[in-house]
């Protein structure tokens, strides 16, 4: 457990006293297949850290190294029902807190790899993985609902799921709509995201949450190992908080989420209004 | 010096024969206003290091801490004309090599913060830096030459100088403008840019070379200390060779630059042709 930056434990009206909002990453090793069991370990992890956001990996209930196409038919969900989404909403209900998490959408034209977010009154929205890595692109149609934003009670968030964080674009996008935090559910295998993110961060002066899984998964094409390393960083390219590569946990910071409004980077450059977009090529 | 990855000396004709292309970076310490003796340094550095390509920093004769108007027009230089030009298209004659530099370039319309590419047979072409700096804005007209790529014998390159590093759409619109090389005159101050570089070459699947400067300089609104730590880097994000914070010194790679061509990250994802440019935001 990261507990650094845990300073103290608010109470539910501390949105209105307080300034700063508490962001937690839970990190868990989801047995592919058994939500159940992935649920009341995931939700026993966010029992441990008190909140206004939580981010859960990618698949966060289902697991990740699939096989066939049957066993994901068998193991998604519709968007905003099934046991995950009504435990999550009612964590939600009983802390006043947002929860954003991976599942396996179903829907009526296939199955999406996507991301929920849910607050104290029910689902916000869903966003759909637009880059989809590797072997999902056998079981999953790619995403079709772009980068949006969401108006939240402590700030403007966006979504994004993990190997959308390789192409700057993702991130871009969601910060030039006005996103100061970008919640990150992710299974990353790959081993550059969590020093990447760093730079993501920083040249669109957000903060960011990535949720990562850690374990390894048997199925597929061969055995996959998650690097875990979920973290919240700053702005200014800052780590407040990362937990290791291999256990399971949940680390918070507080953030001050109004310091992502601001976009400079010395007081004769901002990193928006000094993008020379005639130059770029898209 | 760094020689871990100066693996011979190649004669005039190495090209030839050799699929690799030497990189160099040339890590200096300008004395600001002393042009002669900051290029016999700088050459003197090359001579310790036999390449196909050097990179210099930016305004690498001129130093950087500028306090006046009158002080840049005493240090500005026509494209393709003065000391330094000379000297350096010799040495690149000589040696069969290319040179990337920064200098103050003079033009009818004012000054600009310019990096110039010159080769065996003369001045290939000058890019003018596109997002200035702090206090570069007193002095310099922003650049408008935009992002271009030059086809060398041994592969296509593109220039940035500094800060450019810190928009993902400069070395973005040189990737996929066809650059596999991007050479990167700096003189960084911000810690933050040669891990950066990191993320820059992997999600663009290109080779960088950036030449940073070391040192101290008074002037302007204070003293400013240079982050050194020049370094060539691969598009698997792996640093081929890096220099200290704080020596001048010269380092090179052999890189194979057409592995700058593939932009595959697995066999299903490429990441040009993964882009999903209907949902980007510029």
């Not at 905003?80 to 179903?106: H, I, N």
């Not at 700057?168 to 100061?180: I, N, S, V, W």
């Not at 949450?209 to 998964?217: D, F, I, L, M, Y």
């Not at 010395?266 to 993008?275: H, M, Y």
Request: glycine share 8%; with cysteine; charged share 20%.
């Amino acid at each position: 457990m990261c507990r650094i930056l845990s300073l103290y434990k608010p109470s539910v009206e501390r949105n209105v006293f307080m300034k700063t909002t508490k962001i937690a990453v839970v990190q868990t090793s989801p047995v592919l297949g058994q939500k159940d069991k992935n649920l009341a370990r995931a939700l026993s992890l966010m029992q441990e850290e008190a909140a206004d956001v939580y981010v859960l990996p990618e698949l966060a209930m289902e697991g990740y190294n699939f096989t066939s196409r049957e066993q994901v038919n068998a193991l998604a969900e519709l968007s905003g029902r099934g046991p995950a989404y009504e435990a999550l909403q009612a964590f939600a209900q009983s802390r006043k807190a947002y929860v954003a998490y991976g599942f396996l959408e179903r829907a009526k034209e296939g199955f999406y790899n996507a991301s929920a977010l849910l607050g104290p009154a029910g689902l916000i929205s869903v966003y759909r993985k637009t880059h989809l890595f590797d072997r999902e692109k056998l079981f999953f149609l790619p995403g079709d609902s772009g980068f949006q934003i969401y108006h939240l009670p402590f700030g403007v968030v966006g979504m994004m799921i993990c190997f959308d964080w390789y192409f700057p674009e993702a991130m871009r996008t969601l910060a030039l709509k006005g996103a100061q935090l970008v919640l990150h559910p992710s299974n990353l295998v790959l081993p550059h995201c969590p020093d990447a993110m760093l730079t993501r961060c920083l040249e669109n002066r957000v903060f960011a949450a990535t949720a990562n899984r850690v374990g390894t998964e048997e199925g597929g094409e061969g055995p996959l190992t998650f690097i875990g390393r979920s973290e919240v960083v700053s702005p200014r390219g800052e780590i407040l908080a990362r937990l290791g590569p291999a256990q399971e946990g949940v680390c918070a910071a507080e953030c001050d989420l109004s310091s992502a409004l601001r976009k400079d980077v010395t007081s004769r450059n901002d990193v928006f209004k000094d993008r020379r977009t005639e130059f770029y090529l898209t």
